[in-house]
């Protein structure tokens, strides 16, 4: 299995970026899927996360109205559109699969995680 993550990059404040996590060697609409970040010197945290169908999303409250997390079953992937990006945005951003329908919240008891991509905002 395998995650592989793409899209981060420098930016300045208010910008956008558009991440993208495509996978492989999974049965991709098998797997719930997330977003997950790590600022230097903190831990990795929940960004989002989205079920089999796209239907079923959420979000950490300090991204809630500025990321969209979207999926394509039929190619394997998984976006994140980040919007208005802050300073504090700023991290290592992980995908990550999770078998099932059994919805994780928050949690990290993921599978499979991807690579990360950085991302860096300027103020």
């Known amino acids: 299995v395998q995650l592989q993550a793409s899209g981060g990059g420098v930016v300045q404040a208010g910008g956008s970026l558009r991440l993208s996590c495509a996978a492989s060697?999974?049965?991709?609409?098998?797997?719930?899927m997330g977003w997950f970040r790590q600022a230097p010197g903190k831990e990795r945290e929940f960004v989002a996360v989205i079920g089999l169908n796209g239907v079923r999303i959420d979000y950490v409250d300090s991204v809630k109205g500025r990321f969209t997390i979207s999926r394509d079953n039929a190619k394997s992937t998984i976006f994140l559109q980040m919007n208005s990006l802050k300073p504090e945005d700023t991290a290592v951003y992980f995908c990550?699969?999770?078998?099932?329908?059994?919805?994780?919240?928050?949690?990290?008891?993921?599978?499979?995680w991807g690579q990360g991509t950085l991302v860096t905002v300027s103020s």
């Open positions: 060697g999974v049965t991709f609409s098998n797997y719930i």
């Open positions: 990550a699969a999770r078998y099932g329908r059994s919805w994780p919240g928050d949690s990290s008891n993921y599978s499979y």
